[in-house]
């Protein structure tokens, strides 16, 4: 397997500090962008209601008390076995278990799945999440349902409104674990990648699933 070039520390400070000329200008680049997002206009959604742990749950009581709520559409494979689950949404989700930071600024964090919420529950215990899940089946208005991308709305009173949604690769704002590999040196070992020759690269997403498991669920008690 090829590997980087060796040199001494002080040339490897050198061009370090290159590099980290073009990293400043992306992160002032991606603070312009999210100064932009925040001056996006918003649009109305009807205050719907969809069925979680509690049965048929208005809108409002999603948000959980607080003024904003953040979603991840996870898709969902109608009357399939865990291990055919999509393992696109196992990779985006898996790495944020935790909303407190979230919550800290006055938004709430929920999973809305494309399945019957019968289908998903057991799903959601077995993986171990502990964000609240809602289900979308049948629902057609595109701000709530869809799967594969992270909505944000906002609450003023009983109005309800969809602030930003993610297209494409905007879901890897919560994929933590890729945004480490891209650190590293061989950063996800994917085709599409800009990498020196010789470098390890796999099909893409191929990584995502490992002997017909999303991986991460080989993690989980009772897989054999």
């Known amino acids: 397997m090829s590997a980087p070039e ?3 520390r ?8 290159t ?5 400043k200008a992306h992160t002032r680049e991606g603070d312009a962008i999210a100064a ?10 009807a205050p ?29 494979h109608d009357g399939k076995d865990f291990a055919d689950q999509c393992e696109g949404c196992t990779a985006s989700i898996w790495d944020f278990h935790d909303a407190s930071y979230l919550e800290a600024r006055g938004i709430s964090f929920a999973v809305f799945g494309q399945g019957p919420y019968a289908e998903m529950a057991p799903y959601r215990e077995f993986m ?3 964000h609240p899940w809602y289900s979308t089946h049948g629902v057609t208005d595109p701000a709530i349902a869809g799967g594969g991308d992270i909505a944000c ?12 949604e993610t297209t494409g690769r905007g879901v890897e704002a919560i994929m933590s674990s890729h945004r ?7 950063g996800r070992q994917e085709v599409w990648e800009d990498s020196p020759d010789g470098w390890p690269q796999d099909p893409t997403c191929t990584h995502w699933r490992r002997d017909g498991r999303p991986v991460p669920q080989w993690t989980r008690p009772g897989v054999a």
């Open 6 to 8: 060796i040199v001494d």
């Open 10 to 17: 002080q040339a490897w400070i050198r061009e370090r500090e």
């Open 19 to 23: 590099l980290l000329v073009h990293e």
């Open 36 to 45: 932009a997002r925040r001056r996006l206009p918003m649009t109305e959604v």
């Open 48 to 76: 719907i209601s969809l069925v979680g742990a509690r049965g048929l749950t208005p809108l409002e009581e999603i948000f959980q008390g607080r003024d904003q709520l953040v979603v991840y559409k996870h898709m969902w």
């Open 128 to 130: 171990g999440y502990t």
């Open 153 to 164: 709305f906002l609450r003023q009173g009983d109005r309800f409104f969809l602030t930003y």
């Open 180 to 186: 480490l590999l891209d650190l590293t040196a061989y």
